[in-house]
């Protein structure tokens, strides 16, 4: 069965300083990665995916993600967090391929609570 | 706004008592999943419709149950409340399940269920 790690449960940083948020899964076949923000009293939104191709990943307010096949791993990146990055972070993963059933396991979630 | 509507968004309930949560996908979405997100169990997947029809099961009680209509809107039914079923119930949505869907979900904002 699928599952999906993360390791840090809560995380205080500076406006300024740089951000990774670790993230593990398992499963043995292909997989699609997800990151997923939300803000305080709001939905889940999207903020990058990672499905085939360049493992480092580019998505929205300058957030990054490198998929390492080997680690099974899929870390959030930010050089550098601002206040309004105060959210909570869920990794998600599903199968890929013709495994694919749409259903998205997550992990457990990290709450980043940026200081001004 | 992610096009996915859930209604209500709060409810305030007694134990033994049941409520019906609605959810409306994206116009052009047939996958509907329901996923429950409380504190000490954070984002379960609970059920996912497909063009009305149940196409994956997961930590969903007997006590609940949902449905799709020929319309794509889904209800979630939770009978018999305890309070441990107080949480935070996403809907969300997606285009077709297979090889070429990446599994992108887009979530509501949620109905929080408080049970007391």
């Known amino acids: 069965a699928q599952s999906v790690s993360q390791h840090n449960h809560h995380v205080i940083l500076s406006e300024a300083a740089s951000l990774e948020l670790g993230c593990n899964y398992s499963?043995?076949?292909?997989?699609?990665l997800f990151w997923y923000v939300q803000y305080p009293g709001q939905h889940l939104q999207l903020l990058l995916k990672?499905?085939?191709?360049?493992?480092l990943v580019k998505g929205i307010k300058g957030f990054e993600a490198e998929f390492i096949k080997s680690k099974f791993s899929f870390n959030l990146r930010k050089p550098s967090v601002q206040w309004s990055d105060t959210a909570e972070y869920f990794c998600?993963?599903?199968?890929?391929?013709?495994?694919?059933?749409?259903?998205?396991?997550f992990g457990q979630g990290t709450t980043l609570q940026v200081k001004p | 706004d992610s096009g996915v509507t859930q209604t209500p968004k709060h409810l305030i309930t007694a134990t033994g008592q049941r409520v019906t949560l609605r959810c409306s996908p994206r116009?052009?979405?047939?996958?509907v999943y329901w996923y429950q997100q409380s504190l000490d169990q954070g984002l379960q997947f609970l059920i996912h419709?497909?063009?009305?029809?149940?196409?994956a099961k997961g930590n969903i009680l007997e006590r609940f149950s949902a449905q799709q209509f020929p319309d794509l809107h889904s209800e979630l039914n939770l009978s018999s409340l305890e309070l441990g079923d107080s949480a935070l119930y996403f809907c969300?949505?997606?285009?077709?399940?297979?090889?070429?869907?990446?599994?992108?979900?887009?979530f509501g904002e949620g109905s929080r269920l408080t049970v007391l």
């Open positions: 969300a949505s997606s285009a077709n399940p297979g090889p070429l869907n990446t599994g992108e979900l887009f």
């Open positions: 499963y043995g076949g292909t997989v699609n």
């Open positions: 990672y499905f085939s191709g360049d493992p």
């Open positions: 998600a993963v599903n199968a890929g391929g013709s495994s694919n059933t749409g259903k998205l396991i």
């Open positions: 116009s052009e979405d047939l996958s």
């Open positions: 419709y497909y063009n009305g029809e149940e196409r």
